[in-house]
């Protein structure tokens, strides 16, 4: 049989006091003389108390925890962006609940379901396109909404975010001005994101008169999987001279197996990936990447979810952050 969960009536009884002294310790501490505050601080820790919070919720419909609704959790992508959320909520007095829905969008309507349902204040959601029901949902949940990571799609309420697209160009760009004409592209999930990067590329290749050559898969992406891409790309295009991918991990993988089978890089074939992770700037040679700026994403999307929340209006639908091109040592 489970513990019983303690009450405020427990804490008082142990204190001695009247439940209605500790009720007023928890919302104003100072309320209560410094002694007192003392006892019922130990109280509450002997006993292991948890306030409860839904009689607040019902009162003023303000649960002060936000919502956040990731595709992965694993990501390092999306634990900087995580990151940057929380250094301004927690300061602020803001909880943040943390959901993923794996690029499913069905994981995606029941996630942001769940969430309302703990009557959140506000939704920080990393996709752009969603279902009707989600949008609908969304509409009339009465709530600040603010999406990440695209800066290109038009948003349900604002949007803090990268282009993509020029930045999948610019990248390949770069990779041409220094001598790659069969330059293979690298995909995985497929999600809108990944959708525009490939646009960015083939946009590019064909600007310059290439022919693009994309490998895709809806599964995961890993180092793994950027090695088999590798193979398939040497098995349909021989003389491939450039490798660029939607994710550092696939570039690191495929750089991996290229130094496993004699494959100079960056002499023989450049590699590129994207979103410069820790492990990417470690490496020999130094892996070229875009390097987005998820941490201040986080950040950004947090700042003005708590500025809509104290009324201030929304005067930029569409915050777009820089990237930056590294070109490492890899092309």
Known sequence: MKNKRPTLQDVADLVGVTKMTVSRYLRTPDSVSAPLQEKISAALETLGY?????????SKSKSHAIGVLLPSLTNQVFS???RGIESVLEPAGYQTMLAHYGYSKEAEESRIATLLSYSVDGLIISESYHTDRVRKM????GIPVIEIMDSVSPPIEQAIGIDNQAAAYAMTECMIKRGRQK?????ARMDQRTLLKIRGYE???TDHGLTPLCLKTHNASSFTMGANFLKEALAQQPDTDGIFCTNDDLAIGALYACQKSGIRIPEDVAIAGF?????SRAMVPLLATVITPREDMGRLAAEHLLSRLQGTPITQAVIELPFKIDIGESI
């Open 203 to 205: 946009t590019a290749m």
């Open 183 to 187: 330059i293979v592209y690298f995909a």
């Open 138 to 141: 969304l509409a009339v949940a």
């Open 275 to 279: 979103h410069g992770h820790d492990i």
């Open 80 to 82: 900087e962006v995580i």
């Open 50 to 58: 948890i306030p409860n919070r839904a009689p607040d919720i019902l």
